[in-house]
């Protein structure tokens, strides 16, 4: 199985950074595709930014310009580098994962991590 373990959440001021890490371990044989969702209080869960393998990345369009988000394969750890925060990215942000448990599976199984609060005031 996959454990995802997200870090780097905080306080911030808005117009402030901060970069999230989200580690994946356990027993797998590959990561696909990575993902940040964030849900803020008494909203939906939503994407935030996704990354494949290859380095191929999506974005949500209110994140766009001011977010970065990438990847370290060798390290099973995807990054959410955030710039410019405004008081509207406050909520908890969810690290997600595709994993192939088997070399032979031929799809995907989806994963969470437990996520991380973000607090920007302003």
């Known amino acids: 199985q996959v454990q995802l373990v997200e870090s780097g959440g905080g306080l911030v001021q808005a117009g402030g950074s901060l970069r999230l890490s989200c580690a994946a371990s356990?027993?797998?044989?590959?990561?696909?595709?990575m993902a940040w969702y964030r849900q803020a209080p008494g909203k939906q869960r939503d994407l935030v930014a996704s990354i494949t393998t290859g380095g191929t990345t999506n974005y949500a369009d209110s994140v766009k310009g001011r977010i970065t988000i990438s990847r370290d394969n060798a390290k099973n750890t995807v990054y959410l580098q955030m710039n410019d925060l405004e008081p509207e990215d406050t909520a908890v942000y969810y690290c997600?994962?595709?994993?192939?448990?088997?070399?032979?599976?031929?799809?995907?199984?989806?994963?969470w991590g437990k996520g991380t609060l973000v607090t920007v005031s302003s």
């Open positions: 356990g027993t797998f044989f590959s990561i696909n595709t």
């Open positions: 997600n994962a595709a994993a192939r448990i088997k070399y032979y599976w031929t799809s995907a199984s989806i994963y």
